[in-house]
């Protein structure tokens, strides 16, 4: 069918029956790092939903142990020891820290399989930023003020710190893709919290540099990232064959702004817990917007939420093919 | 002198010792219902900072309790009756309702004849939207999947939620004028977690209607909101004389798409934990996106946040008395 491409950041998740009840068996470490159950976990949606890609199932957070930081879920991320010293930074491994995420690898080649060429399968990882910055605060932040710290007063220790944070980066999509991933999309979900100077001058050259490396690999990339209306030239200058947009913009203006870009997105997550007829018209605002142009990839603007009801999900997935259909 | 204005969002808060000090023996009601501590609240940074405005310390929920809803901190702003039904929207006063906040205007005359003309008073309400989200949701969300679910699925209770928040909206508003402010701010602080269409459509005519009103009253008034870079120019269609904008956007691309319209702001408040360096760079940097345009209030682009040192807003306002000084 030729119609407008469509899948979901998280929907692979909670928001899932099949999903919870693997989660009563097994924590979220567990389902990462277990091949036959990320797979599983991958293919859930696929099973249920008319969607037109998998997406792997893993966290983000998986680069930070194997850079020697010990992360728990308490429910929420929680890295114990932070990164915020020069002896800390010097710490963290230069090169090959990402080979200890074979499991991630075993995942991509079984899911593979297992989809047998039913949709393709998007590798991913999280952008220096946002893994930097849950490395330096130990977790979540609602300000930001640690990392930010470091990105303002010790500008040589951030540059040092995000260097061996894309390295990793880098390595990790790169051995996703040697082991089967079709596309990879580099998720900067925090990266909304920054003015676009602190973006241009402290991230954009890190994010450039994954991005190129992607380049080489011969499979498209996305970059995605939140809260970037404020700086989406600059965003998109980082690379990535396709950008990601959040809700907080209109398409029609995104578009506008990103050229002939490729983009991708972006329904407010929160309009899949409406009613039938709004979820529909918000489906087509958003294609009215995108007005007919080549390259849109439909997205939400940010990850499936826990207690979306399924049905609406697929409704949305339907719709899209449907109202595009050439 | 003839320089850039300057006042800080939150400059009466909780990032001051004397503030601290009063705080140990009372709650932050009974300091905001008690006109003579609000008044002391209220000048304690008019007395520390090169400050060109005060802006008066209310907490931004009080309406709600006159609108019959239980408000309490635990320590976050918790309303435990939250308007979520055609009934519970009924119950709420049609008009009116702002008279009950007498202890309020009471503090604005006290502070206006205790600041004796030094710098003008700043009155404050906030935005129909944020304090309507706080009444749907019963205090800050993450999502706002309840308020938005009201928006999209019943906006015509939604609709008439709105129609009564903004009238005692403005009610507040007009009352503190009358009482004696001299400008007045809405602040809608979570206005950014809606997409545009959300705004334009459930939004933007109730902050309209109250900035409408203001027009009346013969002071000037300022529209503030954060995450409002994708629709700025809906934005600042609501209204309002001059336009608060965050630090998310570059202020030289705001005041492009701004026009001649004054704008307030806009430097990102974690940066006032920066060494002074740093942070006079930053400080230069907004002014110097200002470009010597007339018609903008140095402000931070959101309050300032607990643990900020005193010594660096104070250096603040000077550097930008300073930098522009005519």
Redesign the interface.
Known sequence: MDATPVWFMRQAGRYMEEYRALRQRHSILQLAKTPALACEVTLQPIRRLPVDAAILFADILLPVEVMGLKLRFAPGPTIDNPVRTDAAVARLPDAGAARNLGFVYDAVRLIRKELAGKVPLIGFAGAPFTVASYMVEGGPSR???LV??MM??RPDLWDRLMKKVRRVTAEYLKAQVDAGAQAVQLFDSWV?A?????YRRGVRPHSKWVLDQAKKWGVPSISFGT?T???LEDFAAAGGDAVGVD????LD?ARRRLGKRPVQGNL????L???RK?LKA?VK?VLRRNGGRRGHIFNL?HGI?P?TPVENVALVAQCVHEMTAR
């Open positions: 300000d930001y003020k930010k710290a303002t007063d909304g920054l003015s676009p100077e602190e809260g209306s404020g700086f809700w907080r913009v209109d203006a407010d997550p929160v309009l817990f409406s009613n709004a918000a605002d603007g939420l207690g």
